[in-house]
């Protein structure tokens, strides 16, 4: 299994990126896929999350509003647009694919089986 996340950059506070993660190895439908980000000495924190169909979105507090996750099963990838972005939004990104019910511990880690190698993502103030 791979999720391959791309999309990350240098932007200045108030800009936008779109993220993306392509899976291959797995048969992405059956997945819920979930965003976070890692901050340099900071712990892993969950971003936002997607049901397996695209119905149902979780989003953490710090980003609702201003992200926008969403899905494209067809093509085998998972989407995070980032709007008027700040400078505390810098981090390593990663996607992850989990199995099971997303509605039930989204937001924890140990929820999702699969990870990908993250993406840079830095905002300029």
């Known amino acids: 299994v791979q999720l391959q996340a791309s999309g990350g950059g240098l932007v200045q506070a108030g800009g936008s990126l779109r993220l993306s993660c392509v899976g291959s190895g797995l048969t992405f439908g059956d997945y819920g896929m979930g965003w976070f980000r890692q901050a340099p000495g900071m712990e892993r924190e969950f971003v936002a999350a997607?049901?397996?169909?695209?119905?149902?979105?979780y989003y953490a507090d710090s980003v609702k509003g201003r992200f926008t996750v969403s899905r494209d099963n067809s093509k085998n990838t998972v989407y995070l647009q980032m709007n008027s972005l700040k400078p505390e939004d810098t981090a390593v990104y990663y996607c992850a694919a989990a199995e099971g019910a997303l509605r039930f511990g989204y937001s924890n880690l140990r929820k999702y089986r699969y990870w990908g190698q993250g993406t840079q993502v830095t905002v300029s103030s």
């Open positions: 997607v049901t397996w169909s695209g119905g149902t979105q």
